[in-house]
């Protein structure tokens, strides 16, 4: 079954996808080493956000993108993160830290949201809800609920890659935010919340019995705990247990105004006291709720959570945590009534040592054969959309033909995207567009893409290749693109660049000669998703059938601050 997976995966990501399936086959089996190694691999420090201030303290967030429902799991000396990935592919990505501060990008769980068919096409906003990430018995589990289908698990014995096929453990319609605990007498249980807008109920959770071996449930479940008297919105569950008590950590309210609950019992199925730990308190961090509770090897607890900023989705923030007569307190808390609010700086967590500064990786130069682990499909892709090109330094991608409903680009699964990685930044590629010459009306441009959306790109016409600029307001809505035409290109390179300013203002530009830029259009305020931040990335379509698609060359893509000079940006 696992061979079978490995074969699969390497196959769907033969055209350049870095996947954890296929990145793990030459890495070392300890995980450690593992997550070191591609740490080593992965040097490049990002210039337009980085939490560790140099001088032993933080700044929140610890990541500024859109890393929604953290979860993270320690193991030794090494943390793993994983967070919600909804329809984006790959899917359940694999964050490291070796002091809960810097984070680089390691891998994914998930090289295809099953089932397969269903997730070829955009399915906005459903797939991976609400991520657990547990170490048990030298693997490592992650439970996710797919609203639609059920709560799936998948494992490995390396967090890098690769991961076996997904089980799914419990099947039904609005079962989400599962988290797994195996207790000391080795029973197992999964506790989960619930979906209204598929299930008709929400604002409860449930436990189920479950099999030793995490693969299926046990029983129908029993209700644990009923927020709708006091915490409308509960979900989010993640289990645990210390000194002797049963802890559910569960968020409730509301993505953008809620607080984090936590509750606890002697009793497994309880019943449960209830307590408010964190909220938002005298703080700008509004909504400070779900994530993951850990504990480091010299003895501080600290507490992952979010924090959604529209546009810029749903920050990662990490919090100090002290236990006060058996009850967390998150944050900081300066009246005493054992609540905290978030801190917006602190003194880094002491792990004994001290690392160097790391950040996910934002630009790509596309020199290897594959592409950066930034990089998301907005659907399970196809084997003939991009090709990494090392060799070149370049990555092609093939225009792929319009869905047959096609309205706008809501509707298109071929964008190659990745999220916001700060509040300002400039995002700058350079590519070259080679249509096939029997064709009309192939695009290849530069996108940020939300529920609104805009783009700068090229499109082959009578005559050769134009410039456009497009806009669309509520494109979830079906609405239809406006066009500006901006004028024919002198041959077929072009750099394209988009400037993300305060409060996810949006200029974009292009240059035929990599030093002078012209503005397009008036200025356009980025949107979120479906339940996701903005994202900002490349495309590439045509209208027609074709037995010979047309391709543009990326030749890089770079996140640099607004600051740089444009003349410096090749």
């Given at each position: 079954?696992i061979q079978?997976?490995?074969?699969?995966s390497?196959?769907?990501?033969?055209f350049?996808l870095?996947?954890?399936a296929?990145?793990?086959?030459?890495?070392?089996?300890?995980?450690?080493?593992?997550?070191?190694t591609?740490?080593?691999?992965n040097?490049t420090?990002s210039?337009?956000?980085?939490?560790?201030?140099?001088n032993g303290?933080?700044?929140?967030p610890?990541?500024?993108?859109?890393?929604?429902?953290?979860d993270?799991?320690?193991?030794g000396?090494?943390y793993?993160?994983?967070?919600?990935?909804?329809?984006?592919?790959?899917g359940?990505q694999?964050?490291h830290?070796?002091?809960?501060?810097?984070?680089t990008?390691?891998?994914y769980?998930?090289?295809?949201?099953?089932?397969?068919?269903h997730?070829?096409k955009?399915?906005?906003?459903?797939g991976?809800?609400a991520?657990?990430?547990?170490?048990?018995?030298?693997e490592?589990?992650?439970?996710?609920?797919?609203?639609?289908?059920?709560?799936?698990?998948v494992?490995?014995?390396?967090?890098?890659?690769?991961?076996?096929?997904?089980?799914?453990?419990?099947?039904?319609?609005?079962?989400?935010?599962?988290?797994?605990?195996?207790?000391?007498?080795?029973?197992?249980?999964?506790?989960?919340?619930w979906?209204g807008?598929?299930?008709?109920?929400?604002s409860?959770?449930?436990?189920?019995k479950?099999?030793?071996?995490?693969t299926?449930?046990?029983d129908?479940g029993v209700?644990?705990?009923?927020?709708?008297?006091?915490?409308?919105?509960v979900?989010?569950?993640?289990?645990?247990?210390?000194?002797?008590?049963?802890?559910?950590?569960?968020?409730?309210?509301?993505?953008?105004?809620g607080?984090?609950?936590?509750l606890?019992?002697?009793?497994?199925y309880g019943?449960?006291?209830?307590?408010?730990?964190?909220?938002?308190g005298?703080?700008?961090?509004?909504g400070?709720?779900?994530?993951?509770?850990?504990?480091?090897t010299?003895?501080?607890?600290?507490?992952?959570?979010?924090q959604?900023i529209?546009?810029?989705?749903?920050?990662?923030?990490?919090?100090?945590?002290?236990w006060?007569?058996?009850?967390p307190?998150?944050?900081?808390?300066?009246?005493?009534?054992?609540?905290?609010?978030?801190?917006l700086t602190?003194q880094?967590?002491?792990v004994?040592k001290?690392?160097?500064?790391a950040?996910?990786?934002e630009?790509?130069?596309?020199?290897?054969?594959g592409?950066g682990?930034?990089?998301?499909?907005?659907?399970?892709?196809?084997?003939?959309?991009?090709?990494?090109?090392?060799?070149?330094?370049?990555?092609r991608?093939?225009?792929?033909?319009?869905?047959?409903?096609?309205?706008?680009l809501?509707?298109?699964p071929?964008?190659?995207?990745?999220?916001?990685?700060a509040?300002t930044f400039?995002?700058?590629t350079?590519l070259?567009f080679?249509p096939?010459?029997k064709?009309?009306?192939?695009?290849a441009g530069l996108v940020?893409?939300?529920e609104d959306?805009?783009?700068?790109s090229?499109?082959s016409?009578?005559?050769?290749?134009y410039l456009t600029?497009?806009?669309?307001?509520?494109?979830d809505k079906?609405?239809?693109e406006?066009?500006?035409?901006?004028?024919?290109?002198?041959?077929?390179e072009?750099?394209?660049?988009?400037k993300?300013g305060?409060?996810?203002?949006?200029?974009?530009?292009y240059?035929e000669?990599?030093?002078?830029?012209?503005p397009?259009?008036?200025?356009?305020?980025?949107?979120?998703g479906?339940?996701?931040?903005?994202?900002?990335?490349l495309?590439?379509?045509?209208?027609d059938k074709?037995n010979d698609?047309g391709?543009?060359?990326?030749?890089?893509?770079?996140i640099?601050?607004n600051t740089?000079?444009?003349?410096?940006?090749?």
């Amino acid at each position: 079954m696992i061979q079978r997976h490995l074969f699969l995966s390497c196959a769907t990501v033969s055209f350049s996808l870095l996947l954890s399936a296929c990145s793990g086959l030459n890495q070392s089996k300890d995980t450690a080493s593992t997550a070191e190694t591609l740490q080593q691999t992965n040097p490049t420090i990002s210039e337009v956000w980085v939490a560790d201030q140099g001088n032993g303290t933080y700044k929140n967030p610890i990541l500024f993108a859109d890393y929604s429902d953290p979860d993270v799991v320690q193991v030794g000396e090494d943390y793993y993160m994983t967070s919600s990935s909804f329809n984006a592919i790959p899917g359940l990505q694999i964050l490291h830290s070796k002091d809960l501060v810097n984070w680089t990008l390691i891998g994914y769980a998930l090289d295809r949201n099953q089932p397969y068919d269903h997730f070829a096409k955009p399915q906005h906003g459903n797939g991976v809800w609400a991520p657990s990430i547990r170490h048990h018995n030298g693997e490592f589990y992650i439970y996710w609920g797919d609203p639609d289908f059920g709560i799936y698990m998948v494992k490995t014995k390396n967090p890098a890659g690769p991961w076996e096929q997904p089980v799914l453990v419990k099947e039904g319609k609005g079962l989400i935010d599962s988290c797994p605990f195996w207790d000391e007498d080795g029973n197992a249980y999964l506790v989960h919340g619930w979906a209204g807008s598929r299930a008709g109920i929400k604002s409860i959770l449930t436990l189920n019995k479950m099999s030793p071996d995490g693969t299926k449930v046990l029983d129908e479940g029993v209700m644990v705990f009923d927020g709708h008297d006091n915490h409308p919105t509960v979900e989010g569950p993640k289990f645990h247990k210390r000194n002797g008590y049963y802890y559910i950590f569960a968020p409730a309210g509301g993505v953008a105004t809620g607080w984090q609950l936590v509750l606890r019992s002697k009793n497994v199925y309880g019943p449960y006291e209830e307590k408010i730990v964190m909220d938002q308190g005298n703080t700008p961090v509004n909504g400070p709720h779900q994530g993951a509770w850990v504990e480091t090897t010299t003895g501080e607890d600290w507490f992952i959570h979010f924090q959604d900023i529209e546009a810029y989705g749903r920050v990662v923030h990490l919090n100090p945590m002290k236990w006060v007569n058996d009850w967390p307190v998150i944050g900081e808390a300066k009246d005493g009534d054992g609540k905290g609010q978030p801190v917006l700086t602190y003194q880094k967590p002491n792990v004994g040592k001290t690392y160097p500064v790391a950040t996910p990786k934002e630009s790509d130069e596309f020199d290897g054969n594959g592409l950066g682990l930034q990089w998301q499909w907005h659907a399970n892709p196809k084997s003939t959309w991009a090709f990494a090109t090392g060799t070149k330094g370049q990555l092609r991608l093939f225009t792929e033909q319009l869905p047959q409903d096609y309205k706008n680009l809501w509707d298109v699964p071929n964008l190659l995207l990745q999220k916001f990685p700060a509040e300002t930044f400039t995002a700058t590629t350079k590519l070259k567009f080679t249509p096939n010459p029997k064709l009309q009306n192939e695009r290849a441009g530069l996108v940020v893409m939300g529920e609104d959306y805009a783009y700068v790109s090229l499109i082959s016409k009578p005559g050769g290749l134009y410039l456009t600029y497009n806009t669309v307001a509520r494109a979830d809505k079906g609405t239809p693109e406006k066009e500006e035409v901006l004028g024919k290109l002198n041959g077929n390179e072009v750099y394209f660049q988009v400037k993300v300013g305060k409060d996810a203002k949006c200029q974009f530009s292009y240059s035929e000669d990599g030093t002078n830029f012209k503005p397009v259009g008036s200025t356009f305020t980025a949107v979120p998703g479906r339940w996701i931040g903005a994202k900002v990335g490349l495309f590439a379509t045509r209208p027609d059938k074709t037995n010979d698609a047309g391709f543009a060359d990326v030749d890089w893509f770079r996140i640099s601050p607004n600051t740089t000079k444009l003349s410096a940006i090749e």
